[in-house]
């Protein structure tokens, strides 16, 4: 075993596998004068027994910090925690090397770094000062299990580990300076700095997780996927497996149901408190709005661009759930989405893959699609056994040319949405980008529209978006969902992923407008009211033939809502009276 008589054996310790955990829970009875630790060790027994070794370890971690005299615990003890916010804990990753004195390279070489981190070494401290920590870097290991002889030391400075100075778990008072952080013996993930050799910054596994897709719009193939931060920490592919809460990144498909069917950019929704009795004695769903105000009466393009979930909820009870869950199945984000109010908010559950492919058939023109990451199989002898592009080629197969026209690809794609609708819905996401709850993203300085999404508590902030021809959606919280904080947004922490990627992606590219289709008509309206302008301030809406910005500024409550009737004209005309059964 790792270690002998409570004894570490080698001057390391691991985190242990559970056959040594076992080991050590059989061979250790409690004193009287360890009952309190013992009852940690009690907990961490029965947690062992449901197959939960990491809340084992932390409970054996808690029997030492109540016992410190427990040698038979002391193997657990693992380097402290250390990250401000409520992200991750350093200890989950280092394992303290006890006897930081002879040759560390060693034992340090038995820890196992993330093979897909390059960017971090594994260091052991060698020594702490008020300036900063000395460290030794892992020395390499190579196949035959040979470790390396030269041993590279560095330094990481306390300017670069100054995050870590504050406890998220509040098991030490903030450190002043990085002796109250780290001591000799704590292995820790450190990464060069490129502008000074023998320099580090200290980094350390974050608890919390993402996915990450791109994909070309047109066709549906994924051009990059990400399905956490490290494949050694964790197989699990987020990116298509796990199935999260979109919160607000579903509404645009809720509003495109509207335009599909009869609404305008600048129909008028209240945002405004509503009440639904969720029937069976549940009593009242009372949504909010994440800012908890309310603003009037306000345009389709407002309740996206600054995400109003009184609005969506209302314009959702309008248009009809089972509605929108069709539409919702046919953008392939939900199969068969259970037709609640609550759903219009992306109480549902779906993957970062799906969520991307749906926006990208907004922007390709409502055009259906189906993620591939396989283009073409072919057999041994080059025969195509699978194709993902699923177009006819009547005529590629003429075996010579007789005056016969060019052959032509017949496009065989569903259209899950009249291209015009889905244009709307494209220009009324730039404007989040341009100016609402994403222009953090607006410095990329190409045509681009997303939407944000955070959900109750914060436990997921997404941000789905494109350019003409890219389309991406990330995610990002923690396994096992919990708050990422109590102001954590989307804007703040899911766009800049998006702005910072597509940056990188767009650098050489032209940037390329959304394209309009032919019959859009571009009138210049007023944002607040959605009625034509005039005069200066007003932005251009899309309009579909047949359809207008209307002469009357009209918000129209249906009976038995609870809620009155409520029409003006403020710029003359005539007001709609209640009782049509429109928007409320």
Not at 74 to 88: G, N, T, V, W
Not at 221 to 235: C, I, P, T
Not at 525 to 554: H, N, Q
């Amino acid at each position: 075993g790792m270690f002998k008589g409570g004894q570490p054996v080698d001057g390391f310790v691991g985190a242990l596998p559970e056959a040594e955990i076992r080991k050590f829970l059989d061979k250790h009875v409690p004193s009287a004068e360890e009952v309190a630790a013992g009852e940690e060790v009690q907990e961490a027994e029965e947690l062992l027994a449901v197959g939960d070794v990491e809340s084992a370890l932390e409970k054996l971690q808690e029997a030492v910090a109540i016992n410190p005299s427990n040698d038979a615990a002391r193997p657990y003890r693992i380097a402290p925690s250390i990250l401000s916010a409520d992200f991750a804990r350093l200890g989950d990753n280092v394992q303290r090397v006890v006897e930081a004195g002879a040759d560390w390279g060693v034992p340090l070489s038995k820890v196992m770094p993330f093979r897909d981190v390059p960017e971090w070494k594994l260091a052991i401290v060698l020594a702490t000062d008020e300036g900063g920590v000395d460290i030794g870097i892992r020395p390499e290991v190579d196949a035959a299990g040979k470790i390396d002889e030269a041993r590279v030391t560095g330094r990481i400075d306390a300017k670069a580990m100054k995050w870590s100075y504050r406890s998220s778990t509040g098991d030490r008072k903030t450190a002043k300076n990085p002796t109250g952080v780290l001591s000799a013996g704590d292995v820790v993930y450190a990464e060069p700095l490129a502008e000074t050799p023998g320099s580090y910054r200290l980094r350390q596994a974050p608890k919390v997780q993402g996915g990450f897709v791109a994909m070309d719009p047109h066709t549906g193939r994924v051009l990059a996927m990400v399905g956490g931060f490290s494949y050694s920490q964790s197989e699990f592919n987020r990116a298509t497996q796990a199935m999260r809460q979109p919160g607000s990144s579903f509404k645009p498909f809720v509003y495109a149901t509207a335009l599909d069917n009869g609404y305008t950019p600048s129909s008028i929704v209240l945002d405004a408190p509503v009440e639904i009795d969720q029937g069976g004695g549940l009593g009242m769903w009372r949504p909010d709005n994440y800012d908890g105000k309310s603003t009037g009466p306000r345009t389709l393009r407002y309740g996206i661009q600054f995400s109003k979930n009184l609005m969506t909820v209302r314009l959702a009870k309008d248009v009809g759930m089972p509605l929108i869950a069709e539409y919702a199945r046919r953008f392939g984000v939900y199969d068969d989405m259970l037709p609640v109010l609550s759903m219009s908010l992306g109480a549902g559950e779906t993957t970062v893959m799906r969520m991307t492919a749906g926006y990208a058939m907004l922007v390709n023109g409502g055009k259906k699609i189906r993620p591939t990451l396989i283009d073409r199989i072919q057999d041994r002898w080059g025969a195509t056994i699978f194709r993902h592009d699923q177009r006819v080629c009547e005529g590629c197969s003429a075996d010579k040319w007789a005056d016969q026209r060019e052959p032509r690809l017949i496009d065989n794609r569903d259209q899950v949405l009249d291209p015009l609708t889905a244009y709307q819905m494209v220009s009324i996401m730039e404007s989040v980008v341009n100016a609402g709850t994403a222009t953090v993203v607006k410095s990329v300085g190409k045509p681009l529209a997303g939407k944000t999404g955070t959900t109750n508590d914060a436990k997921d902030v997404w941000f789905v978006g494109f350019s003409p021809d890219l389309a991406v959606g990330v995610y990002m919280g923690f396994d096992k969902p919990k708050s990422l904080g109590t102001s954590a947004t989307a804007g703040q922490y899911a766009a800049p992923i998006f702005r910072d990627f597509m940056m990188a992606a767009l650098k050489d590219k032209p940037a390329t407008p959304f394209r309009v289709p032919a019959g859009i008509k571009l009138i210049r309206v007023d944002p607040k009211t959605g009625m034509r302008s005039g005069g200066e301030g007003g932005i251009l809406e899309a309009f579909k033939p047949g359809t207008a910005p209307p002469d009357s500024y009209s918000v129209i409550g249906a009976a038995g809502d609870g809620l009155t009737p409520f029409s003006v004209a403020p710029g003359g005309g005539r007001a709609v009276g209640s009782g049509t059964g429109g928007l409320y």
